[in-house]
């Protein structure tokens, strides 16, 4: 390999031993034989390179079509849908609702679960959402929402996360809200007073505009009761 490049070991050591006394004669053989050792290894790189290039250029098409073939390809999606059509069509409703609650539960987490737990009683929960102001005054863009009592009443293991698991179980469509319960005015007193909501009405207000706050109540939907009864063994 280094006869290729003329700065290379054969250039700079050859014709240092050629300078060396050679009573028997021995060095031009022993330049010989460096020359030929050099050129076989860079024959044998050569052809090691070539073999390996060779592998991965044929071994590219074949991944890159394999991976082409499964992303364009409907059959696994049309198999998938065929499969549930066929399921719907041999389920009872008892069946298709236990399939619907292991759904659930496979998107729930154990706080969330505390929440319904906490709920699964038919009582009411406070719950507030902060919005800030524009220049004009008028009503801006939410800075807190879905906050609720009921991140403290269920004694949840991460309770600043509320608003994040009542919005959750509000998508899913196992609680609902409602309008502002008078009876519940001394809950929603604690409520504002909690640090996470004094922070927020703090950045809604715009100078002496202070902060709207709007009040709801949260419960359980009937699909977060037929949930709880159900995992309960209740009718």
Known sequence: MWDRFPGGAADRYLPSMASLPDPFGLLPRAGQTVRTGLKVAGWAERQVMGALR???DAAAPKALS???AVASSPASVQHKMSSLLDSALSQSS???RQMLFHKILDQIVPDEARIIGALSDGSTSPLLHVYGRTRAGLVGEVVL?????IGKTANLGLPQLTPTYVSHLLSMGLL?????DPALKDEYEILAADITVLKAIKQAARGPIPARIDRYTLRLSGLGLELWHATMGQD
């Open 54 to 56: 060779t592998r991965l």
């Open 66 to 68: 394999a991976a082409t």
């Open 94 to 96: 008892a069946s298709s």
């Open 145 to 149: 929402e879905n906050f609720s009592l």
């Open 176 to 180: 609902e809200t409602g309008p502002e």
